[in-house]
């Protein structure tokens, strides 16, 4: 009976223990091979990226997107090209519809003014931002009250004085499009100072500041990086921005005078504030680590002496948003834009 019982249950205790042994080994191995398998690589582009600009050559929208390229390529930040196509069609529309309709194509890009607000409410396409997939602000860009500077007009006060006794539609504002960002700056100015312009829009902020510099016509709220050349050659004069406070930037632009010496508008007495999204974003549809790729992109281009060159040189607030806090951020927008363009009698009829 003992020999038995012996025979039929003393053999099951090691058995049991090289099993476990057996399964203990599998899971050391298994843990192993993992921890040497390369990681699964994050998305990268696989073919050219298309970097939209809806708007035209020569503007703040167009250079950035063009040293935001010209960055990636100089400091080998991606695998493959960007190439920066110009539709700036319908005050921008163009652009932002062909992004609209690549639904799910992570290899559109889109640079965005707060013409991404105005437009739809201005010609009423069927588009609003939520139609995109927001990536990353990549600043706010200032508006400048600027003249010819062979004009007799030092100030802000004198300039808006002058306009008043001219008469109603006698001198003329020039800026980008058509009930965009600067006509509602240049309506608001309307409404504060009892002055009344002709406004003019040109294509881009480029051919604004040509003009302006031409004298065809008298004034132009245009951004600081659209006619810091021709302030820098003496051509146009600065009066005023239109933000709370002055820009910090210390270094002097031409012989004399640093962004920072200019006065706020508010100081003359106008108290009209504005700043312009200049931000990032993809087609819809796009996921989550193909946005990532790219806000991680555009951080690296951030911290490259030439962008914090081009930042100083066009005098730009320096705020950056990325995911939630910049989707919040442009809810609020939305519904201020929306504010001004009603005021500014700007909306499109139903």
Same mark, same amino acid.
């Given at each position: 009976m003992f020999g038995t019982t012996a025979r039929?249950?003393?053999?099951?205790?090691?058995?049991?223990?090289?099993? !476990?042994?057996?399964?203990?080994?599998?899971?050391?191995? =298994?843990?192993?091979? &993992?921890?040497?398998? #390369?990681? /699964?690589?994050?998305?990268?582009p696989t073919r050219t990226v298309e970097f939209i600009v809806p708007a035209g050559t020569g503007g703040g929208a167009d250079q950035m997107a063009r040293l935001?390229?010209?960055?990636?390529?100089?400091?080998?930040l991606m695998p493959q090209p960007m190439v920066v196509l110009n539709k700036g069609g319908g005050a921008g529309a163009e652009g932002f519809?062909?992004?609209?309709? !690549?639904?799910?194509n992570p290899h559109k890009i889109i640079? =965005?003014?707060?013409? &991404?607000?105005?437009? #739809?409410? /201005?010609?009423?396409?069927?588009?609003?931002?939520?139609?995109?997939t927001p990536v990353s602000m990549m600043a706010l860009d200032q508006f400048v009250l600027w003249v010819n500077a062979e004009s007799t007009f030092q100030n802000p006060a004198e300039y808006f004085?002058?306009?008043?006794?001219?008469g109603a539609?006698?001198?003329?504002?020039?800026?980008?499009?058509?009930?965009?960002e600067d006509q509602i700056i240049t309506a608001a100015l309307e409404k504060q100072t009892g002055a009344k312009f002709i406004y003019v829009p040109f294509k881009g902020g480029g051919d604004v500041a040509v003009q302006l510099v031409g004298k065809h016509i008298n004034s132009s709220v245009n951004n600081p990086v659209e006619a810091v050349a021709q302030w820098r050659a003496g051509q146009l004069r600065p009066l005023c921005v239109f933000d709370a406070e002055r820009m910090p930037y210390t270094t002097k632009i031409t012989a004399t005078a640093a962004w920072h010496d200019i006065p706020t508008c508010k100081e003359a007495g106008v108290n009209v504030s504005y700043n312009m999204l200049r931000g990032i974003f993809t087609a819809p549809g796009v996921k989550p680590d193909q946005v990532k790729f790219y806000v991680e992109l555009l951080t690296k281009v951030r911290a490259t002496p030439e962008w914090q060159e081009f930042m100083e040189k066009g005098a730009f607030k320096q705020?950056?948003?990325?995911?939630?806090p910049f989707v919040a951020w442009l809810?609020?927008?939305?519904?201020?834009?929306?504010?001004?363009?009603?005021?500014?009698?700007?909306?499109?009829a139903k």
């Open positions: 039929r249950y003393w053999p099951l205790t090691p058995t049991t223990n090289i099993k !476990a042994t057996i399964r203990a080994a599998i899971a050391a191995t =298994t843990v192993a091979t &993992l921890a040497l398998a #390369p990681a /699964a690589h994050a998305w990268e935001i390229q010209s960055i990636i390529a100089k400091h080998s519809l062909e992004v609209k309709g !690549a639904s799910g640079i =965005t003014l707060s013409n &991404l607000f105005t437009t #739809p409410l /201005a010609t009423g396409v069927p588009f609003e931002w939520k139609d995109l004085k002058a306009v008043k006794q001219a539609s006698k001198m003329s504002m020039g800026g980008t499009g058509s009930k965009q705020t950056t948003l990325a995911g939630e809810g609020k927008e939305a519904a201020r834009h929306r504010q001004l363009m009603s005021e500014a009698g700007f909306l499109a």
